[in-house]
């Protein structure tokens, strides 16, 4: 099945304390990325990948960091996570360039992180 | 002023009712999204449009380019359709942008 599979689902942790969440897709998509949801302001994007070692910032990149060595995977690691990065993050992935298909995207089922 | 729009912010409408949820927005665009977040926090990618429109089972969306507006129509609504509908305009140069999502809860 063609998916984006994230990792945990829920995650309570504390001030500074590194994490990572993980995110794989196996539809060989070479577009991968990072996005916040938080209430009132809605999803926002932190990082994204066009591809294998090419990574770019998105809108809230602050305190986040983002690595692209296999097409697949693509972690976010918070070095040192602070109560304001408690939010619901979505990973999501995109074929290149597809207007022809239907769908776009594909989304990860979430993370809720929350920082104490 | 936020570049992409959604109305209504909140939507109820009873079982079988025809719904439909605008989307604005203000930037020149490649491509526009209609996702899905169901009531468990899953987001789904329902419709992505350059042009004209798209139908999949009860759902259509169509964009108008030169009004800069979409739409979002669901046909015969059930209790299932119940969730949070979001936009997203993806412009010629950039990233993804979202709009704050419709809430619609379609009752028995």
């Known amino acids: 099945e063609a998916q984006v599979t994230q990792n945990p689902r829920y995650l309570i942790t504390v001030t500074g304390k590194k994490l990572t969440v993980t995110c794989s897709q196996n539809?060989?998509?070479?577009?991968m990325s990072w996005y916040r949801q938080d209430p009132g302001l809605g999803l926002r994007q932190i990082y994204y990948?066009?591809?294998?070692?090419?990574?770019d910032k998105g809108d809230v990149p602050e305190g986040y960091k983002v690595s692209r060595k296999e097409k697949r995977n693509f972690p976010l690691i918070l070095e040192s996570p602070s109560p304001n990065q408690t939010s619901l993050y979505f990973c999501?992935?995109?074929?290149?360039?597809?207007?022809?298909?239907?769908?776009?995207?594909?989304f990860g089922s979430g993370t809720r992180l929350t920082v104490v | 002023k936020n570049e992409v729009e959604q109305s209504p912010q909140n939507l109820t409408a009873q079982e079988g009712e025809f719904i439909t949820i605008n989307c604005s927005y203000s930037?020149?665009?490649?491509?526009l999204h209609w996702l899905q977040q169901h009531p468990g926090g899953g987001i789904v990618s329902l419709f992505m449009?350059?042009?004209g429109k798209k139908k999949h089972g009860r759902l259509i969306a169509t964009i108008n380019i030169l009004d800069k507006h979409s739409s979002l129509n669901i046909s015969a609504s059930h209790p299932r359709d119940s969730a949070v509908y979001i936009c997203a305009a993806r412009p010629d140069q950039g990233n993804l942008i979202f709009g704050k999502g419709t809430k619609l809860s379609v009752k028995p």
């Open positions: 999501a992935s995109r074929e290149f360039e597809r207007l022809d298909r239907n769908y776009g995207y594909t």
């Open positions: 930037v020149g665009i490649s491509a």
């Open positions: 539809m060989n998509h070479e577009y």
């Open positions: 449009l350059s042009s």
């Open positions: 990948s066009m591809n294998v070692e090419v990574t």
